[in-house]
Nanobody, 125 residues
């Protein structure tokens, strides 16, 4: 069993930056692919980015070039650096984990079996 806790959300002006953190407990994070998803009010939860066990990365076209996902297995942490934020990035951001193959970077919600509670990101115009 893996427990995930997100942090780092907040209110930021358009063009600003935030770094989200996802902390894992219960088991070591290293065998798990980790993804970030987000959900805006009235919308479906959507894929943002994922990182494989072997550090391969995958990004939504909506965030490519602005967001960077990284992991620190020694600290059982995954990060999402978000730059050049836009009002449309406003959402609750969730991290998720799944034990999978070394290079897999899952992008569908149903591919993950562990989820955090989310952290709110609000970008003002």
């Amino acid at each position: 069993q893996v427990q995930l806790v997100e942090s780092g959300g907040g209110l930021v002006q358009a063009g600003g930056s935030l770094r989200l953190s996802c902390a894992a407990s219960g088991r070591t994070f290293s065998p798990y692919a980790v993804g970030w998803f987000r959900q805006a009010p009235g919308k479906e939860r959507e894929f943002v980015a994922s990182v494989s066990v072997m550090w391969n990365t995958n990004y939504s076209d909506l965030v490519k070039g602005r967001f960077t996902i990284s992991r620190d297995n020694a600290k059982n942490m995954v990060y999402l650096q978000m730059n050049s934020l836009k009002p449309e990035d406003t959402a609750v951001y969730f991290c998720a984990a799944v034990q999978t193959s070394l290079t897999a970077t899952p992008a569908r919600r149903d591919q993950y079996n562990y989820w955090g509670q989310g952290t709110q990101v609000t970008v003002s115009s």
